[in-house]
């Protein structure tokens, strides 16, 4: 949107805020969220991981094995096995808190019973 100098008349364009925002917002974001991210199953969240460490992964797959293409392989490897260990991880995490809540229901079902019937002996 155009914004007007009130000193010199000229017209000045600003970029837009929101597009600047967006890209410091995710320089701003630790690796430790992207995986929380991650795990709670958004793609895009890996995929800035990635971004962020294939050339590192790729540098040591490469100094270990010393041929390009197997470093390449390796290296995209490793990030298909994180991805399914993040997701595998979100799964059981999904399941323990399914379990919570039929216990915290048990609990209270049970606790609504007994309550029920103190006030019948009653």
């Known amino acids: 949107m155009p914004v007007v ?3 010199s008349r000229t017209l000045l364009i600003l970029p ?9 917002s995710i320089e ?12 709670q199953g958004d793609p895009d969240a890996f995929d800035q991981l ?3 460490h294939q050339s590192a992964v790729y540098r040591a797959a ?3 094995l ?6 390449e392989e390796v290296a995209q490897d490793a990030f298909i096995r ?5 997701a595998e991880q979100a799964k059981k995490k999904l399941q323990e808190m399914q379990i919570g809540l039929e216990t915290i229901v048990v609990t209270g079902k049970a606790a609504q019973v007994a309550a029920e019937g103190a006030t019948a002996a009653r």
């Open 28 to 39: 701003r974001v630790t690796d430790e969220e992207l995986v929380l991210l991650a795990r």
């Open 82 to 86: 994180a991805w399914r260990a993040l």
């Open 16 to 24: 837009d805020p929101t597009i600047a925002e967006a890209r410091r």
């Open 5 to 7: 100098s009130g000193f």
């Open 50 to 52: 990635v971004a962020r």
């Open 66 to 71: 010393r041929v390009r293409e197997d470093a």
């Open 62 to 64: 490469l100094a270990a």
